[in-house]
């Protein structure tokens, strides 16, 4: 179609998650037909002009791309066992893992059905603005036949054709964010020692997070030619302030594992003769499965 805005979709799934999606569909204008196994959650969908579809079958059948967003993968082989989805398009935006991803594509393009998998980069709220980051992974033929009606959710990214790459993608998204929050809270769980509260040392925290940001990119070229010479600090020097950082939470009664974590990492490779090399040579022990 040469207007995007009429490109039919359903949406299943009407969780939270679900419910912005296919509001954000609307809002675009795009004719949008919602399914969930508890029909009260489309009520105010279907107040906004969404269609309410009987069954999964129907659904399908009513949109020119489906968009799943259910609990997690086996719902989906669930809900989709006995349709026949032959000729259809789905996006499945169902939280899962890259493994899952790849089985989930292999089961649907057995049964005729043209299959990308994605990401969802965002809470609810932000759905249907640039603030809301959607991964897609799979054949690209497919991604751009549809690019112009999934940028309705917001700000979509094309990964490339395996489709396990959107779900890669986002665990390693949660790790980062996980990781900023954790840093975050030990320092935080240190200043309260002192009288100081978390609004306070939050934009401090903010600025080292952002500051530290910037040298990925450096230390991306590293990691990907193999070499870290040292052209900041090497790692033996970082072990040392490590140490400092353990010295400092005992001292002042604050759990110290997470910086011993650093801190084992970082004996292991000194250990492994990378005393002299720069941080990112770490990643050749994150490479390593847990052996113990």
């Given at each position: ?114 299959y990308l998998d994605g990401a969802i980069m965002a809470v609810p709220q932000t759905i249907g603005t640039p603030d809301a980051m959607i991964l897609h992974s799979g ?14 959710l917001g700000t979509v990214s094309y990964l490339g054709a395996d489709h396990g790459l959107a779900a890669l993608y986002d665990v390693a998204g949660l790790t980062m ?44 070229e590293q990691i990907d030619s193999g070499s870290y010479p040292a052209e900041v600090a090497a790692l033996e020097t970082d072990a040392r302030s490590m140490a400092h ?48």
């Open positions: 179609m040469n207007n995007a805005s009429e490109t039919s979709v359903a949406v299943i799934g009407l969780g939270l998650m679900g419910r912005s999606l296919a509001g954000a569909f609307l809002a675009a204008g795009h004719p949008t037909t919602v399914w969930n196994r508890t029909p009260a959650k489309a009520e105010g969908l279907v107040a906004q002009g969404a269609r309410l579809a009987p069954t999964v079958g129907d659904a399908l059948r009513a949109s020119a791309i489906t968009i799943l967003c259910v609990t997690d993968y086996p719902a989906v082989r669930e809900l989709f066992g006995t349709n026949d989805v032959d000729g259809t398009t789905l996006l499945n935006l169902t939280s899962g893992d890259s493994a899952q991803a790849r089985d989930t594509a292999r089961w649907f393009e057995q049964r005729g059905a043209r054949p690209q033929a497919d991604f751009d036949a549809h690019r112009e009606t999934l940028r309705a964010m996980w990781s900023v929050l954790n840093a975050w809270l030990q320092g935080t769980a240190m200043l309260r020692t002192a009288g100081i509260d978390a609004a306070t040392f939050a934009p401090f925290a903010q600025m080292m997070a952002a500051g530290v940001a910037t040298w990925l990119p450096g230390y991306a950082l353990i010295e400092e939470c005992e001292a002042l009664g604050v759990n110290a594992q997470l910086p011993k974590l650093f801190k084992a990492l970082a004996d292991r490779s000194i250990a492994a003769g990378h005393g002299g090399e720069q941080y990112p040579v770490l990643i050749e022990e994150f490479a390593k499965p847990h052996s113990g």
